[in-house]
C-alpha cells in the first residue's frame, strides 16, 4: 500500500517553538491564498486567537525531512470548550460537550500544493493525527470542518455525517460545513479502511503525552 509505505518517511512534529509554529502559520497562508480562501496579506501569515488556546495542538508533518502539510487540534471536553468549530457550530456541540463528551476538533489543513501533487496520499497521513488524538483523548466525536464540495471525501473515508449545511467560518470568505465522525461506534472501520492509521501507545505519547489536554469537567 503506498500510504504505508509513504509513512516509513514521514515525521509528525509538534510544533512548540515560534519558528516552528512561524513554519505552520506561512504554510496556511500559501495554502488558503492559492485556494482563494483568504485574501493577500504582507504579514502572509495566517494565525488566529485559536492558536493560543490551552488545548492546542499545532502539528507538522514532514516527508524527507521537509514539511508537506500541517493540521491543528484542538481537545475538547466541557461546557466551557473553545475552538473555531465550537464558535461556529455552538448549537451542535455544545449540547454534546454539556453531556460529558470529549470531541476533538482537527482545523486549519494544509497542504504545500507542490508536494501534495507528488503524493496524493498527504491528505490521509496529514488525518492520521486526528486518529492518534482521537485515540489518545479517547473522544466520542471528531468534528470535519469542510466546504460543501469536500464533503463526499470525509463521508466515503471516514464515515462521517453531515451536522450542518455551510456557514460563516473565522477568517476564511468561503462557507465552511459541520461533519461529524461518530468515533466510538466507527473507529473499527475506520481503521480497517486505513490500516496504517493505527498507532501504538508509544508514538501517541510522543506527540500528546507531555501534555493531558484538558481534564473531564
Known amino acids: 500500500m503506498r500510504a504505508q509505505s509513504l ?3 514521514v515525521e509528525y512534529r509538534l510544533a512548540t517553538t515560534p519558528e516552528e509554529i512561524d513554519s505552520l502559520v506561512h504554510l496556511r497562508y500559501k495554502a488558503y491564498l492559492k485556494e482563494g480562501a483568504i485574501e493577500k496579506s504582507t504579514h502572509e ?3 488566529d486567537k485559536f492558536d493560543d488556546l490551552a488545548n492546542v495542538f499545532n502539528l507538522g508533518v514532514y516527508i524527507d525531512g521537509r514539511l508537506a502539510s500541517a493540521l491543528r487540534l484542538h481537545i475538547l471536553r466541557g461546557a466551557d470548550a473553545c475552538s473555531p468549530a465550537v464558535e461556529t457550530f455552538g448549537e451542535v456541540l455544545g ?3 454539556s453531556e460529558g463528551k470529549t470531541i476533538i476538533d482537527p482545523n486549519r489543513f494544509v497542504a504545500d500544493y507542490e508536494i501534495a501533487h507528488l503524493f496524493p496520499e498527504l491528505p490521509y497521513l496529514t488525518l492520521r493525527l486526528a486518529n492518534l488524538a482521537a485515540t489518545r483523548f479517547r473522544a ?3 468534528t470535519m470542518t469542510v466546504r460543501a464540495e469536500h464533503q463526499a471525501f470525509y463521508k466515503r473515508g471516514f464515515f462521517a455525517r453531515v ?3 455551510p456557514r460563516p467560518y473565522p477568517l476564511l470568505s468561503k ?3 459541520l461533519l461529524l465522525v461518530d468515533y466510538i461506534a466507527d473507529r473499527g472501520r475506520i481503521e480497517m ?3 496504517y492509521w493505527k498507532s501504538t501507545e508509544e508514538e501517541r505519547e510522543r506527540l500528546f503525552g507531555g501534555r493531558s489536554g484538558p481534564r473531564r469537567a
Open 7 to 9: 509513512l516509513e518517511r
Open 175 to 177: 462557507p465552511i460545513s
Open 95 to 97: 449540547p454534546l460537550l
Open 193 to 195: 479502511r486505513h490500516p
Open 140 to 142: 466520542d466525536y471528531v
Open 45 to 47: 501569515r495566517l494565525e
Open 163 to 165: 451536522a450542518c449545511p
